[in-house]
């Protein structure tokens, strides 16, 4: 919008003789393509040429330094603070939104009208993609731009033209503080899932050790060994595999190194499930927990206890 179309035009001598004779040329008019206060582009004059000298009146290219040269820019706004918003007392928009506004006036060299939507709507599409309220003035191009704090989205885009973001809001929702909870506080330190999978993981170990320990070549020398109580009884290596969990062990341990390797890792599963629980625990006992009625948007809104 910044640049400028020039014209010659030639005026001859004799009229019916062709302007591209140079011999019958008396004077040749320069003339620029300008913005005019009615939002139409109309053919200004900025100077000539009259025998070989050049008389300017203007600048050939004014809207290099002239910006939209003063160009008259209808543009739509809706009030929401603090971007946009009406001064009680002088009755005028104020706001951020409308001092980016001047500045890129006061910048770029242009006016400005502010409307705003016959609907007072921001603008939403409907199912043929036509929109109303501000976007809907930009896309029947009633409007050149509009100053209003608008959110970036690809569906918007279809539609307008957004500038670089200058403002990032952050928004935050503050509630009563909940009150305390009561809870068992036995079973808080972990997660549901992880009693679960522990209540999994105890047989189905236990099974593999009463594998191990029955049926090992191992133990194939031992006499009578079916009549002696250890791990190769079910009951005995559930037992056992149940007072690992509590750091207590049973009276029976394996001799076979498969049954050994398995025990071990079931071992070492143990401690590290009890130190975690012991950390955890100390930690609920010391702080109280607080269930909050919700975490997000969609929880605040299933919720009852907050309106």
Not at 48 to 71: A, C, H, M, T, W
Not at 189 to 203: A, E, H, K
Not at 206 to 217: R, S, V
Not at 242 to 270: D, M, N, P
């Amino acid at each position: 919008m910044g640049g400028c179309l020039v014209l010659f035009i030639c005026e001859s001598k004799n009229k019916s003789e062709s302007w591209m004779d140079n011999n019958n040329c008396t004077r040749v008019s320069i003339e620029t393509l300008m913005w005019s206060n009615d939002r139409k582009r109309k053919l200004t004059t900025v100077g000539s040429v009259f025998n070989g000298s050049l008389y300017l009146q203007k600048d050939i290219f004014p809207n290099v330094k002239f910006g939209f040269n003063q160009r008259r820019l209808l543009i739509s706004i809706l009030p929401w603070k603090p971007y946009v918003e009406i001064d009680e007392v002088t009755n005028e928009y104020k706001g951020l939104s409308i001092d980016v506004l001047k500045e890129l006036s006061r910048r770029l060299n242009f006016t400005y009208e502010l409307i705003s939507p016959p609907d007072g709507k921001w603008g939403v599409a409907s199912g043929n993609n036509t929109w109303n309220g501000l976007f809907g003035q930009l896309q029947r191009r009633e409007v050149d731009l509009v100053a209003a704090p608008l959110a970036t989205d690809a569906h918007r885009e279809t539609v307008s033209d957004f500038t670089l973001p200058y403002y990032y809001e952050k928004s935050g929702i503050i509630i009563k503080k909940p009150d305390p909870s009561y809870s068992t506080k036995l079973f808080d330190p972990l997660n549901p899932m992880v009693y679960i999978c522990i209540g999994i993981s105890l047989p189905v170990t236990t099974f593999f050790l009463f594998l191990f320990e029955k049926f090992n070549p191992f133990y194939r020398n031992v006499a009578g060994r079916m009549k002696i109580r250890g791990l190769h009884h079910f009951s005995d290596s559930f037992f056992y595999m149940y007072g690992a969990l509590f750091c207590q062990g049973g009276e029976h341990v394996a001799a076979s190194s498969a049954g050994r390797t398995l025990l071990s890792c079931w071992w070492i599963f143990c401690i590290i499930m009890v130190a975690t629980y012991s950390g955890n625990f100390v930690a609920f006992l010391t702080v109280t927990k607080e269930t909050l009625p919700f975490k997000d948007v969609e929880g605040l809104v299933e919720q009852n206890t907050y309106k």
